[in-house]
Each structure stands twice: as structure tokens, then as C-alpha cells.
């Protein structure tokens, strides 16, 4: 009897603590807590990172050891990006400008006033920190951390420092600067220049030399040399007229070229009241893409250090450059992508490639390349790696020898479209190894994926292709990615033992798997579980999904973040990807009525199995009946395990919050087809929605659904041709295709809507001409006479990519057609709204949902509208207290009457030929 007491007290009190949790709103959001930016120390021992609104408003830096048995913590922050780590010291400075040095380990503080900021370079086993005085911001110390000797140097305007150099650029009398060399270990300084202002100074550690600028001159000085010597100048015969030298960017890796760029102006082209314009057909760029092109012209260019000669390797704007990335390559040319100028269907419209020279400047067109996206150039710059989609094979392209192989026509699977994890904004038209490729040291292989596994080519077409992860993703339905950034930064050893990220399809697990390049056999398990590390390229999910392991830069350790839907993201030591010590510890959903979510499958209209998410609460009562809204946007599924920090809605409902408030919350995934795309958001929602109402705890006669951007889009496509939701909120979307196809883009560049239309997102794979029917199937506002369910639209006046006037088109079909209709229109933001727009349109879109969903009374602004003249942030808020509701439109007896007969009419076919 006892026993029964005490579960019985148990379960009350699990459920009181339950009910007692608050529901998430505005002060939530303000209050919400999230991690920033981890830095981990050189030898892996410490690491610090911010806590944001710790306190409130504010944000706490934590210092800590990996193991988790030391920490210091300073509250309200440090001056940013004044933190640095020694071997034995945490360096900050305060907001106060004092700086600190706190002996790790120990609550030990050292504090150096009125010094605003500080530098730190090891030098042959010794770390030197760089930090101006307290009396005098041009006297700078430098001070060895090991033997704690110090020098100060006077007068130092501006300085550089690397390797065992510092540079200091220091007064002199008048206008006049000088330039001097202190070397750190022998304590020598040389004055190697003097004049007026140098400016712009780079430094090559490597290969002991130095650039800068003076007005419009380029001095070079190679370290040893008795001064520095002037390159270029104004008058350089290398330069063209209307062109001047700009801003210097890099020396090359091999240190015998710099980087620079060539600067002009055009003038800009105003549309002139009283003058025509002339529009052509033949024009390459529309007259209002021309008059929107920038003004300012910049170009890339190097100095060749040998004879000084000015190269103009860019001759137009929108020219895209590849170096080799390894160090020991020679930098004598780049991979140039000249990319379209003009539409795709155009003749002008391709891709084009080629080399260019970076000793003459001399190109080498590359037409083989034509119209290809994919290519790549090798780290040593010994191929050219591409895609070709007509053939659907990789090729490697020998750079010296100019020979072409195909290194993939024996490997079935390898050149399939990316259908499994592209969830990209177009038709996916290239596989999944044309996102991402890894090469060995040498370029002796290339690393590539195919839609699960990934492969080991030879560039020659010596060796057998290899698998090297065995087949095993696409066996058990797992994608792999590289799982370390620094993979595709540079190059693998060939023996490496690659740390391989995985996800899987099946229950939406994510963690790491390791394979040793060279030996056969299955990769090996080192941690999966139903969470969040890093999903790689994944699109359009919530949440912060993306965190690349940071590693310690002289030992294998590294940071990573965690998440699961129910836990909020915190970072992790680890040294082998199997397990992990936790080092942050936020948890700010424990405060809150917070979500649950749930993986579903079930069968679309078209036969198709689809998953989806279904959000619950975590005060969930399967003996209740609860609303749903349906909210998609492409795939979703994939987003099972992430955490999503709560915030305003800016076009998109906020999950957390609509939850937090008794509200379920679905999302499924849509698949589309070309052509169709609206078809395909049809049978995905609408047999999502069919398969909810079979639940016991869904109240099938209150569902809703709610979209932004393309999400607004199939909302506005779903009410016009289903009765089967009570209610649906469209921000920021489309109605016409028709008329979206042809107008101009609304972002600013003035160019035609058309390409977007036919291969972007819409998806609709051909012109108006070749597909109308599709056009007009796809598009709304032909079926505006079918709406029945509530529709609450949103949409800001400066959108520069769903038009403004189309969705006007929309909402006054709707007003015509006398359907019940709202539009929140705000002015100030751009495809989603910030700030006081947000707030407003999450309260308003709230209200909505809580009438038509939950029975609360409307509000005023919903039954009576809100007169411009009484436009204000509080405007209608109020909630009704007589028991009205939404009543009918403005249509006459008889209008309304002619609207009934259109909505029961048969089919009309119209014949285009």
C-alpha cells in the first residue's frame, strides 16, 4: 500500500513540475542562453569560448581545462578578439583596457593597465607577447614569456610581426615614416626605407621578403638587401590608362609573385527623364541589368618579383580564379572560370575555362570545359578535375601533358545525381562528389563521394578505383562525409586514417566512423547516436546543424558541438571521436514547456513512402486532442535531432514557441518533379495530413498549415486546391508564376526572373512558351475561386526575391473572389521582417492561428481591420469580447452567387498551340 502511495506521489509531482514549466515567449527570447566561437589551445589542454546572455544582455568568457577539472569564468565578457592562449598563460585584455595574464590552471591574474591590446608569436621554442606600455600607446614591449625578458621599442606608429621579425614603421620628422626590421632572436635592426606614409605592408615569413605601398608605388624589399626598392608606380607602362594599382593581397606560395589588383570607374548610367531607352533583342544584358552593374571596376593582378612587370590576370568582372593550395607548388598559372554573362538558353550564357599565366599573363582557353560547373584544380596544380553531366563521368585533366581520361566509366553509382542528401534550392543535377573533394599529398589520388560512399580514383587511371568505405553506407543507408575540415583545406596522407562523419537515413543517428586509406574492409563504428556533431551541406534544416571539429593545433584534439532536439547545443573535448568530455553545460529548455519530436513515415498520394517530424510537448497528453500545423519547406527529416533556439517568427513560424504553447507541430518531407513542383507539396501535406487524423490525439477538424519564401509559395498552392485545413499563414511567397516569370528581379540587379523560374527553385524546367500549361497548374492566383480555408498572408514592400506586387495580385484576387483573407505588409524588411516587424508579425500570426485553431476570440484587427490613418504596433490587438468571428466579404448577393457557380464549374481547357 505504501509502494502504491509513493508512485502515486511521484507521478503528481512529475506532472505538477510539468505544468509548472512556463510557456516560451518574448522574454524568453531575450533570456535564451547559446555558446560562441570555441578556441582551443596549441597543446590541446584548454579551451575558451562566450556564453551569450550570461548575465542577460550581456555575455561570461570561460576558460577551462579539456579534462573539465579547472575553469575561470569572466563575467559581462572580454574586449573581443583581444583573447590568446600561450603555453602557460590565457592573454585577454578587459573592456577597461587593462591587459591580463592568467597562469592556467591557477586563479592567478596579472594585470598591465591602459593597454587596449596585445600579439603573440612563438619564435624558435621561445613565445614573444607584443603589447604597447601603459604611458605611451607608441611605446610597444615585447617581452619572452619563458625567460620574462623585455625590450621596448619608441615611437612605433604601426608594426608587423612573424616568423623572428618585427616590423616597425615609426615618426619622423614631419610627414615622414620610416621602416624598420628588428630582429626578435638577435636583437639587430636595420632601417631598410624612409618616406611619406607607407601603407598596405605584407609579409613573406617564408621567403624572407616584404611589400608596401606609397600612394600609388609598390616597394619591395628581400630581406638581407641594403634597402627597399620601388616595383611599380604610377606611371608603370604595364598599366593601362583609367586603371591604378590597388590594394596588395598576398605574396604567391612560391614567393615569386604578388598579388595585387588593378582599380577604375566607370560611369554610372542614370535613367534620364525625356531621354528613350532603347531595349534589343540582341542586347546580352537588359538595359536595367546595365544600369544596376557596379561602378567600380576591380581586377586581379600580380607583380612579377623577378622583372617587376604589372600582370592583368582578370579582364572582366565576374571572373573566377583557383590556385594550386600546396606550398611546394610552383604558382606559375591559375584555373580561370570566365562564368555567364548572359542567360542560360543564350549564346553568350556558358561557362567558359582556361588557363592563365602568371609570368606574362598569357591565357590558354580550356574549350573542352565549355558549360561545365564542376572543375576543379588539383592542390599541386598537376590536374584539372571535372564533371561532365552529357557523358556523366569524372575526368582528370593532365595540366603538362594536355591528356584527357575518364576515371569513372567502370564504376556504377559513382556519377548519380545526388537525390539522397542534395537538399539545394534548384533541380539537383550533379552527384554528391561534385560538393566536396579530398586529395593526398602529391595529388598522387582524389577522394570523391558518391550518393553514400566514398572512392579513391587515380588521376593517371593507373590504379583500380577503390571504395574505400567498402560499400557500407549505401548497405545500411548511411552517407559519409569527410568528417575533418582540414581534409579539403589542403591534402591527406596516403596512409592516413580519415575521421569520417556519418548520417543516418534511416533514424536520422549522426556521429563518426574511421577508415584507414590503403586497408580493405568496412569502416570502423566510433560513435553514432540520435543527436547532432555536424551535418555537412545538409540545406534547408533548423538550428545550428554545421560545426566543423576544432583541433588543437600540435596534438590530435579537438572540440566539437552536440545537440539533440531536447538538449541544447554544448561543446565536447574528444581525442578519437568514441568519446567525449562534455565542457559547456547550458541548458536553458529546462526552464520551459519545451518539444519532443518524433520520427513518421507514412505513404504520399503518389505511393511514395515519406518521412517526417512530428514536435510535441513535453507535457504531452495522449488523452488530449490537439491542433497541428503542418510547416515544410523542402525536406526536413534530416532535422529529427536538431535543437531550435527560439526567437521571433521573421517569416517562418517559431517551432519551439507554437509547441511550448499545446500546439503539434509537423513537418514532412516533399519531393518535386520537374515540372510539377506544386504537385509534389500537394500529395506530401495532404497525405501527411490524412495520416495525423488517423492519431488518436489529433483533432483532425483543427489543422493548419504554414510556409515562408517557397514555403509561402505551396501554402498559397494549397488552399487553392484543398478544403482540408482550418487555417494557413503564407510569408513572403509567390501566387504567379506567370507573371513572376517575366518581370524583373526585385534584388536589385535588374535581370530577368526567367532562369530562376526554369531551373532554380520553382523548378518548372522550361520556358513559358514550352510549358504553359505547367505555368498556370502551379500558379495560385488561377484558382483563387476555390479558397476556403483562412488565409493569413505576410510580406514586406522591399522583398528582392518574391516581388511585392505578386502577392498583391494575390490578396486583392482574394478580396474579388470575397474570400477571408489578411495581408501584415511591412516596410522595412526584406523576404522576412526583424526586429519590432518580427514581433508584431508573431504576435499577429499567433492570434491568428489561436482563433482558428483553439477557439480563442478573434481580434479587433481581424474582424474589423485597422484604417491607415490608425496604423500603429498596437493596432487591433485587443481581443474580441463579444463572440464575433471573421464574417463574410464584400460581394454583393449576386457577385456572391456567380462565386459559388465558378467554385462547383467544371474543369476549363484552354488550347494553346
Same mark, same amino acid.
Given at each position: 500500500?505504501?509502494?502504491?502511495?509513493?508512485?502515486?506521489?511521484?507521478?503528481?509531482?512529475?506532472?505538477?513540475?510539468?505544468?509548472?514549466?512556463?510557456?516560451?515567449?518574448?522574454?524568453?527570447?531575450?533570456?535564451?542562453?547559446?555558446?560562441?566561437?570555441?578556441?582551443?589551445?596549441?597543446?590541446?589542454?584548454?579551451?575558451?569560448?562566450?556564453?551569450?546572455?550570461?548575465?542577460?544582455?550581456?555575455?561570461?568568457?570561460?576558460?577551462?581545462?579539456?579534462?573539465?577539472?579547472?575553469?575561470?569564468?569572466?563575467?559581462?565578457?572580454?574586449?573581443?578578439?583581444?583573447?590568446?592562449?600561450?603555453?602557460?598563460?590565457?592573454?585577454?585584455?578587459?573592456?577597461?583596457?587593462?591587459?591580463?595574464?592568467?597562469?592556467?590552471?591557477?586563479?592567478?591574474?596579472?594585470?598591465?593597465?591602459?593597454?587596449?591590446?596585445?600579439?603573440?608569436?612563438?619564435?624558435?621554442?621561445?613565445?614573444?607577447?607584443?603589447?604597447?606600455?601603459?604611458?605611451?600607446?607608441?611605446?610597444?614591449?615585447?617581452?619572452?614569456?619563458?625567460?620574462?625578458?623585455?625590450?621596448?621599442?619608441?615611437?612605433?606608429?604601426?608594426?608587423?610581426?612573424?616568423?623572428?621579425?618585427?616590423?616597425?614603421?615609426?615618426?619622423?620628422?614631419?610627414?615622414?615614416?620610416?621602416?624598420?626590421?628588428?630582429?626578435?632572436?638577435?636583437?639587430?635592426?636595420?632601417?631598410?626605407?624612409?618616406?611619406?606614409?607607407?601603407?598596405?605592408?605584407?609579409?613573406?615569413?617564408?621567403?624572407?621578403?616584404?611589400?608596401?605601398? %606609397?600612394?600609388?608605388?609598390?616597394?619591395?624589399?628581400?630581406?638581407?638587401?641594403?634597402?627597399?626598392?620601388?616595383?611599380?608606380?604610377?606611371?608603370?607602362?604595364?598599366?593601362?590608362?583609367?586603371?591604378?594599382?590597388?590594394?596588395?593581397?598576398?605574396?604567391?606560395?612560391?614567393?615569386?609573385?604578388?598579388?595585387?589588383?588593378?582599380?577604375?570607374?566607370?560611369?554610372?548610367?542614370?535613367?534620364?527623364?525625356?531621354?528613350?531607352?532603347?531595349?534589343?533583342?540582341?542586347?546580352?544584358?537588359?538595359?536595367?541589368?546595365?544600369?544596376?552593374?557596379?561602378?567600380?571596376?576591380?581586377?586581379?593582378?600580380?607583380?612579377?618579383?623577378?622583372?617587376?612587370?604589372?600582370?592583368?590576370?582578370?579582364?572582366?568582372?565576374?571572373?573566377?580564379?583557383?590556385?594550386?593550395? #600546396?606550398?611546394?607548388?610552383?604558382?606559375?598559372?591559375?584555373?580561370?572560370?570566365?562564368?555567364r554573362i548572359g542567360e542560360s538558353w543564350s549564346v553568350t550564357g556558358k561557362f567558359t575555362w582556361g588557363l592563365v599565366s602568371l609570368e606574362n599573363g598569357q591565357k590558354k582557353t580550356l574549350d573542352f570545359l565549355d558549360n561545365i560547373s564542376f572543375v576543379k584544380l588539383s592542390p599541386c596544380g598537376t590536374y584539372i578535375i571535372y564533371f561532365d553531366r552529357i557523358k556523366k563521368n569524372y575526368f582528370s585533366y593532365e595540366i603538362a601533358t594536355e591528356r584527357i581520361r575518364n576515371l569513372t566509366k567502370d564504376i556504377s553509382g559513382i556519377t548519380d545525381i545526388d537525390t539522397k542528401w542534395d537538399n539545394g534550392a534548384g533541380m539537383s543535377t550533379l552527384p554528391r562528389g561534385a560538393v566536396g573533394a579530398v586529395w593526398t599529398k602529391n595529388d598522387e589520388s582524389i577522394l570523391l563521394y558518391d550518393q553514400y560512399d566514398i572512392w579513391e580514383l587515380d588521376p593517371l587511371n593507373v590504379r583500380t578505383p577503390v571504395n574505400i568505405t567498402n560499400g557500407y553506407g549505401k548497405k545500411n543507408?548511411?552517407?559519409?562525409?569527410?568528417?575533418?575540415?582540414?581534409?579539403?583545406?589542403?591534402?591527406?596522407?596516403?596512409?592516413?586514417?580519415?575521421?569520417?562523419?556519418?548520417?543516418?537515413?534511416?533514424?536520422?543517428?549522426?556521429?563518426?566512423?574511421?577508415?584507414?586509406?590503403?586497408?580493405?574492409?568496412?569502416?570502423?563504428?566510433?560513435?553514432?547516436?540520435?543527436?547532432?556533431?555536424?551535418?555537412?551541406?545538409?540545406?534547408?534544416?533548423?538550428?545550428?546543424?554545421?560545426?566543423?571539429?576544432?583541433?588543437?593545433?600540435?596534438?590530435?584534439?579537438?572540440?566539437?558541438?552536440?545537440?539533440?532536439?531536447?538538449?541544447?547545443?554544448?561543446?565536447?573535448?574528444?581525442?578519437?571521436?568514441?568519446?567525449?568530455?562534455?565542457?559547456?553545460?547550458?541548458? #536553458?529548455?529546462?526552464?520551459?514547456?519545451?518539444?519532443?519530436?518524433?520520427?513518421?513515415?507514412?505513404?504520399?498520394?503518389?505511393?511514395?513512402?515519406?518521412?517526417?517530424?512530428?514536435?510535441?510537448?513535453?507535457?504531452?497528453?495522449?488523452?488530449?486532442?490537439?491542433?497541428?500545423?503542418?510547416?515544410?519547406?523542402?525536406?526536413?527529416?534530416?532535422?529529427?535531432?536538431?535543437?531550435?533556439?527560439?526567437?521571433?517568427?521573421?517569416?517562418?513560424?517559431?517551432?519551439?514557441?507554437?509547441?511550448?504553447?499545446?500546439?503539434?507541430?509537423?513537418?514532412?518531407?516533399?519531393?518535386?518533379?520537374?515540372?510539377?513542383?506544386?504537385?509534389?507539396?500537394?500529395?506530401?501535406?495532404?497525405?501527411?495530413?490524412?495520416?495525423?487524423?488517423?492519431?488518436?490525439?489529433?483533432?483532425?477538424?483543427?489543422?493548419?498549415?504554414?510556409?515562408?519564401?517557397?514555403?509561402?509559395?505551396?501554402?498559397?498552392?494549397?488552399?487553392?486546391? %484543398?478544403?482540408?485545413?482550418?487555417?494557413?499563414?503564407?510569408?513572403? $511567397?509567390?501566387?504567379?508564376?506567370?507573371?513572376?516569370?517575366?518581370?524583373?528581379?526585385?534584388?536589385?540587379?535588374?535581370?530577368?526572373?526567367?532562369?530562376?523560374?526554369?531551373?532554380?527553385?520553382?523548378?518548372? $524546367?522550361?520556358?513559358?512558351?514550352?510549358?504553359?500549361?505547367?505555368?498556370?497548374?502551379?500558379?495560385?492566383?488561377?484558382?483563387?475561386?476555390?479558397?476556403?480555408?483562412?488565409?493569413?498572408?505576410?510580406? %514586406?514592400?522591399?522583398?528582392?526575391?518574391?516581388?511585392?506586387?505578386?502577392?498583391?495580385?494575390?490578396?486583392?484576387?482574394?478580396?474579388?473572389?470575397?474570400?477571408?483573407?489578411?495581408?501584415?505588409?511591412? #516596410?522595412?524588411?526584406?523576404?522576412?521582417?526583424?526586429?519590432?516587424?518580427?514581433?508584431?508579425?508573431?504576435?499577429?500570426?499567433?492570434?491568428?492561428?489561436?482563433?482558428?485553431?483553439?477557439?480563442?476570440?478573434?481580434?479587433?484587427?481581424?474582424?474589423?481591420?485597422?484604417?491607415?490613418?490608425?496604423?500603429?504596433?498596437?493596432?487591433?490587438?485587443?481581443?474580441?469580447?463579444?463572440?464575433?468571428?471573421?464574417?463574410?466579404?464584400?460581394?454583393?448577393?449576386?457577385?456572391?452567387?456567380?462565386?459559388?457557380?465558378?467554385?462547383?464549374?467544371?474543369?476549363?481547357?484552354?488550347?494553346?498551340?
Open positions: 500500500m505504501m509502494r502504491f502511495f509513493l508512485i502515486m506521489v511521484m507521478i503528481f509531482c512529475v506532472n505538477y513540475v510539468f505544468a509548472q514549466k512556463p510557456v516560451i515567449d518574448s522574454i524568453a527570447y531575450k533570456q535564451w542562453t547559446e555558446l560562441d566561437g570555441p578556441t582551443i589551445s596549441k597543446n590541446g589542454q584548454y579551451v575558451y569560448y562566450n556564453i551569450k546572455n550570461v548575465p542577460v544582455g550581456s555575455k561570461t568568457l570561460v576558460v577551462q581545462s579539456i579534462g573539465g577539472k579547472w575553469k575561470k569564468e569572466f563575467k559581462g565578457g572580454l574586449k573581443d578578439g583581444q583573447q590568446l592562449f600561450s603555453d602557460k598563460y590565457f592573454l585577454f585584455v578587459t573592456k577597461n583596457d587593462s591587459l591580463g595574464m592568467l597562469m592556467l590552471g591557477t586563479d592567478h591574474i596579472q594585470y598591465i593597465p591602459n593597454t587596449s591590446w596585445c600579439n603573440l608569436k612563438e619564435i624558435k621554442g621561445a613565445e614573444y607577447l607584443l603589447y604597447p606600455t601603459s604611458h605611451n600607446s607608441k611605446d610597444l614591449v615585447l617581452k619572452n614569456l619563458k625567460t620574462s625578458k623585455e625590450r621596448v621599442f619608441n615611437d612605433v606608429d604601426s608594426w608587423d610581426f612573424d616568423d623572428d621579425i618585427l616590423i616597425l614603421i615609426k615618426s619622423k620628422q614631419g610627414t615622414r615614416q620610416s621602416i624598420n626590421l628588428a630582429n626578435i632572436t638577435t636583437g639587430k635592426i636595420s632601417d631598410i626605407w624612409e618616406g611619406d606614409k607607407p601603407e598596405n605592408l605584407i609579409l613573406d615569413a617564408k621567403h624572407k621578403q616584404l611589400a608596401f605601398k %606609397t600612394g600609388d608605388s609598390v616597394w619591395y624589399y628581400k630581406f638581407g638587401s641594403k634597402s627597399a626598392i620601388c616595383i611599380s608606380g604610377k606611371n608603370s607602362s604595364d598599366i593601362e590608362q583609367g586603371l591604378h594599382l590597388g590594394y596588395l593581397d598576398s605574396f604567391s606560395k612560391d614567393g615569386k609573385f604578388l598579388f595585387t589588383s588593378l582599380l577604375g570607374k566607370r560611369e554610372a548610367i542614370n535613367s534620364k527623364n525625356g531621354i528613350v531607352e532603347i531595349w534589343s533583342y540582341t542586347d546580352v544584358q537588359l538595359q536595367a541589368e546595365q544600369e544596376n552593374a557596379l561602378t567600380d571596376q576591380k581586377y586581379l593582378a600580380v607583380i612579377n618579383l623577378e622583372n617587376r612587370h604589372v600582370i592583368r590576370l582578370q579582364q572582366q568582372q565576374g571572373e573566377w580564379f583557383q590556385f594550386s593550395k #600546396s606550398g611546394d607548388a610552383k604558382e606559375t598559372f591559375a584555373l580561370i572560370e570566365n562564368a543507408g548511411l552517407i559519409f562525409h569527410f568528417g575533418l575540415k582540414e581534409y579539403e583545406e589542403l591534402f591527406v596522407d596516403k596512409n592516413e586514417t580519415l575521421i569520417l562523419n556519418c548520417f543516418d537515413l534511416k533514424n536520422k543517428d549522426n556521429g563518426y566512423y574511421k577508415k584507414k586509406l590503403g586497408e580493405s574492409g568496412d569502416p570502423r563504428l566510433l560513435n553514432m547516436g540520435p543527436y547532432v556533431f555536424d551535418l555537412v551541406n545538409a540545406g534547408y534544416l533548423p538550428g545550428e546543424i554545421s560545426f566543423s571539429p576544432r583541433k588543437a593545433k600540435n596534438v590530435n584534439v579537438y572540440v566539437v558541438k552536440k545537440m539533440s532536439a531536447s538538449n541544447a547545443p554544448n561543446y565536447y573535448s574528444t581525442n578519437d571521436f568514441e568519446s567525449f568530455t562534455q565542457l559547456s553545460h547550458l541548458n #536553458s529548455e529546462k526552464e520551459y514547456n519545451w518539444y519532443r519530436t518524433e520520427l513518421h513515415s507514412w505513404k504520399s498520394l503518389d505511393g511514395t513512402i515519406l518521412q517526417g517530424i512530428l514536435y510535441k510537448p513535453e507535457n504531452f497528453d495522449p488523452n488530449k486532442k490537439y491542433p497541428v500545423i503542418f510547416h515544410y519547406y523542402q525536406r526536413k527529416s534530416d532535422g529529427l535531432n536538431c535543437y531550435i533556439k527560439p526567437d521571433l517568427s521573421k517569416g517562418n513560424m517559431d517551432i519551439p514557441t507554437f509547441v511550448s504553447h499545446s500546439y503539434l507541430v509537423f513537418s514532412p518531407d516533399i519531393y518535386y518533379k520537374e515540372g510539377s513542383p506544386m504537385q509534389g507539396t500537394y500529395d506530401a501535406v495532404v497525405s501527411a495530413a490524412n495520416y495525423l487524423a488517423t492519431l488518436p490525439f489529433i483533432n483532425s477538424k483543427k489543422m493548419g498549415i504554414q510556409g515562408n519564401s517557397f514555403g509561402g509559395v505551396q501554402t498559397n498552392y494549397l488552399v487553392t486546391h %484543398t478544403n482540408l485545413f482550418a487555417a494557413a499563414e503564407s510569408s513572403s $511567397g509567390l501566387a504567379d508564376f506567370v507573371s513572376s516569370y517575366s518581370s524583373l528581379s526585385d534584388g536589385g540587379t535588374g535581370s530577368s526572373e526567367q532562369g530562376f523560374h526554369e531551373t532554380g527553385q520553382p523548378r518548372m $524546367g522550361g520556358s513559358l512558351w514550352a510549358r504553359p500549361e505547367a505555368y498556370i497548374k502551379n500558379s495560385s492566383i488561377f484558382q483563387v475561386h476555390k479558397v476556403t480555408t483562412p488565409l493569413l498572408l505576410m510580406h %514586406t514592400k522591399k522583398d528582392g526575391i518574391a516581388g511585392y506586387q505578386n502577392i498583391i495580385e494575390f490578396f486583392t484576387g482574394l478580396r474579388r473572389m470575397g474570400k477571408r483573407a489578411w495581408m501584415l505588409v511591412y #516596410s522595412e524588411g526584406n523576404h522576412g521582417v526583424r526586429g519590432k516587424e518580427a514581433d508584431d508579425f508573431s504576435i499577429r500570426m499567433m492570434q491568428f492561428f489561436d482563433h482558428y485553431l483553439k477557439d480563442k476570440p478573434a481580434p479587433l484587427w481581424m474582424l474589423d481591420g485597422v484604417v491607415a490613418k490608425d496604423r500603429s504596433w498596437k493596432a487591433g490587438l485587443e481581443l474580441d469580447t463579444k463572440g464575433r468571428t471573421p464574417g463574410p466579404g464584400l460581394l454583393t448577393t449576386e457577385e456572391q452567387k456567380k462565386v459559388d457557380s465558378i467554385m462547383i464549374r467544371e474543369p476549363i481547357t484552354i488550347r494553346l498551340n
